[in-house]
């Protein structure tokens, strides 16, 4: 059974770092991409950094380029995201997700902007980041 577990998330003032893991079990990162998504109240979601199958190639969204940071620890099965310089805007429920493609034919981009064939393998619970100003 994919499963993935977020933690990390916390309360932090505005110019601030939080780091988020993300342990799953059940696959490893090669023939999966895997990334991270999240959704503020009122909003919808978002991708917000993703890495391709065997964590080959990565995508950010625009916002949050030169200030966070995805990286993965295979050894551990864990996916990281390093945010630093965090702003009142990054509010939100943070959640990794996952996607099977063992002909690597889904990247980074596509998994963060949702360009899939089927619908996304597996999500964790989430965790909460609230930015103070």
């Known amino acids: 059974e994919v499963q993935l577990v977020e933690s990390g998330g916390g309360l932090v003032q505005a110019g601030g770092s939080l780091r988020l893991s993300c342990v799953a079990s059940?696959?490893?990162?090669?023939?999966?991409?895997i990334g991270w998504f999240r959704q503020a109240p009122g909003k919808g979601r978002e991708g917000v950094s993703c890495f391709g199958p065997s964590a080959d190639g990565t995508y950010y969204e625009d916002s949050v380029k030169g200030r966070f940071t995805i990286s993965a620890d295979n050894a551990k099965n864990t996916l990281y995201l390093q945010m630093n310089n965090l702003k009142p805007e990054d509010t939100a429920v943070y959640y990794c997700?996952?996607?099977?493609?063992?002909?690597?034919?889904?990247?980074?981009?596509?998994?963060?902007?949702?360009?899939?064939?089927?619908?996304?393998?597996?999500w964790g619970q989430g965790t909460q980041v609230t930015v103070s100003s």
């Open positions: 997700a996952a996607y099977w493609t063992p002909h690597h034919t889904v990247e980074a981009r596509d998994l963060c902007l949702g360009r899939l064939p089927y619908d996304y393998d597996s």
């Open positions: 059940g696959f490893t990162f090669e023939d999966y991409a």
